[in-house]
């Protein structure tokens, strides 16, 4: 599961390392299909209710699988969380945040077709900067790689 920021680089990630990350399930190419756009809020329970039964087939057909969603809010976790555990599947948490300066940030997103609010990208900027990974195992992960905007690991 990615957890970072919108404009953090999530999607270009997941593009890079499709290999190494299995079938890569997005809730904002599901708000695009399902909506108008990807940012097409109205959409989101529909949008989260498709993925959900999607990795849900996924792991039970035993394929690894990544999330690219924000997740920075821990009740969103907790459904995918719990998901893996109905499946045996070990979840590991690839948090983005090193060095996404907040301003790199906030450009990335004014630079969109369709930015997400400001203070949204703000707001969730400081939820990951918030996050330790001794929050993110007790939730359930087993495992905690926090990455650069490159996608390396930092340690």
């Not at 909506?35 to 959900?52: E, F, R, T, Y």
């Not at 057909?61 to 009740?75: I, P, Q």
């Not at 997400?116 to 400081?126: I, L």
Request: aromatic content about 4%; proline content about 4%; some cysteine.
């Amino acid at each position: 599961m990615l957890i970072a920021c919108p404009a953090s680089g999530k999607t270009e990630l997941c593009r890079e390392n499709a290999a190494r990350f299995g079938t890569v399930y997005s809730l904002d190419r599901a708000r695009a299909q399902l909506g108008l756009h990807v940012h097409d809020h109205a959409v989101s329970v529909a949008a989260v209710a498709a993925v959900h039964a999607e990795i849900d087939e996924s792991l039970a057909d035993g394929v690894d699988v990544t999330l690219d969603a924000t997740s920075t809010v821990a009740e969103h976790r907790a459904r995918w969380l719990g998901l893996a555990r109905q499946h045996g599947a070990r979840p590991i948490a690839l948090v983005l945040r090193a060095d996404l300066d907040l301003d790199l940030v906030l450009r990335r997103n004014a630079a969109r077709t369709r930015p997400v609010p400001a203070d949204v990208v703000e707001r969730m900027w400081h939820e990951v900067q918030q996050l330790t990974v001794p929050v993110l195992l007790g939730e359930g992960f087993t495992e905690v790689t926090e990455l650069d905007a490159f996608g390396h690991p930092l340690r």
